[in-house]
């Protein structure tokens, strides 16, 4: 069985604060190596960080640069492989070529958002994976900026946990979101070997 070709992207700009202005949030640390964490554990093909904050570009690329290259690839090899996924882009449209040079074929951006609202289930994103590349995308801030949501792009159906508290760290909702598309994915491929 072929493994899925999934990306994710991690958009600070365009977003929303919570009063609902578009804002440009900054990168952060924990989100650039607990993402990339998870994405090469669940063999993710990239990890695209998009923003286009010039200086934001020089702090990611000199973090990459201690880990990837520098003394921390020696240090901590397993912490090199996860960040080696990680590409710097301007903006979604250049995530999405990128990813869509890396695969061969057109690109399917899933939108992500806590407060979205009819979006497709996971077996239903689990089947489009099959059949073609998708790009994950997450939003810092208070979530994506409503014209992402207009483009026409699939939109996944939120986390929801036991009760009405619905603020999970990107971090979180981007490890919950991967495992239950590329873990269950996995199960049900053990499970039809198994009855053949």
């Not at 999934?6 to 440009?24: E, K, S």
């Not at 269950?184 to 070997?193: K, T, V």
Request: net charge neutral.
């Amino acid at each position: 069985m072929r493994r899925p070709q999934i990306a994710v992207a991690l958009v600070h700009h365009p977003v929303c604060d919570r009063r609902g202005d578009i804002i440009t949030t900054a990168v952060t640390n924990l989100d650039l190596h607990d993402i990339a964490r998870t994405c090469r554990t669940y063999n993710v093909g990239r990890y695209y960080v998009v923003t286009p904050v010039a200086e934001q570009k020089r702090l990611v690329q000199r973090l990459l640069d201690h880990w990837c290259k520098g003394y921390g690839a020696t240090h901590n090899p397993a912490r090199r492989d996860a960040l080696e996924l990680i590409e710097v882009v301007d903006g979604l449209d250049d995530a999405r070529n990128a990813w869509q040079k890396v695969c061969g074929r057109p690109v399917t951006p899933v939108l992500t958002g806590a407060r979205s609202s009819d979006g497709i289930g996971y077996r239903h994103c689990r089947e489009m994976a099959d059949e073609l590349p998708l790009l994950l995308v997450f939003g810092t801030g208070s979530g994506l900026a409503p014209r992402l949501f207009e483009q026409g792009w699939p939109v996944l159906d939120p986390i929801h946990g036991g009760g009405e508290y619905n603020h999970l760290s990107v971090r979180a909702a981007v490890a919950i979101i991967i495992d239950r598309l590329l873990a269950a994915n996995d199960r049900a491929a053990e499970e039809i070997n198994q009855n053949t």
